[in-house]
């Protein structure tokens, strides 16, 4: 059974750093396409990173391309999310996804990804 478990969030000024852990268990991740989607009250979820798990190519939403890194560790089996310059509209539960083909199109739609985690809170202060 796949798991997915995210740790890392917290309470932050804006301006602030954090970073988000993604711990999977389950199989092995190095294949397949991980992915860190966020969802704010009354909002969808929509996509923030994703890393490609054979070659470490990385995709990011226009909203965090700049201030955001996704990284993993095949090692560990786990996948990082670094958070710099935070604004309160990054304010959300922040979940890790996985999928097990990866696709230059579909990368973003959440509805592809087979495995998610919990999620993790965070909140970024004016």
């Known amino acids: 059974q796949v798991q997915l478990v995210e740790s890392g969030g917290g309470l932050v000024q804006a301006g602030g750093s954090l970073r988000l852990s993604c711990a999977a268990s389950?199989?092995?991740?190095?294949?397949?396409?991980m992915g860190w989607f966020r969802q704010a009250p009354g909002k969808e979820r929509e996509f923030v990173a994703a890393i490609i798990g054979s070659s470490s190519g990385t995709f990011y939403a226009d909203s965090v391309k700049g201030r955001f890194t996704i990284s993993r560790d095949n090692v560990k089996n786990s996948v990082y999310l670094q958070m710099n310059a935070v604004k309160p509209d990054d304010t959300a539960v922040y979940h890790c996804?996985?999928?097990?083909?990866?696709?230059?199109?579909?990368?973003?739609?959440?509805?592809?990804?087979?495995?998610w985690g919990q999620g993790t809170q965070v909140t970024v202060s004016s």
């Open positions: 389950g199989r092995t991740f190095s294949s397949g396409l």
């Open positions: 996804a996985y999928r097990r083909t990866f696709s230059s199109i579909t990368y973003s739609v959440a509805a592809r990804y087979e495995y």
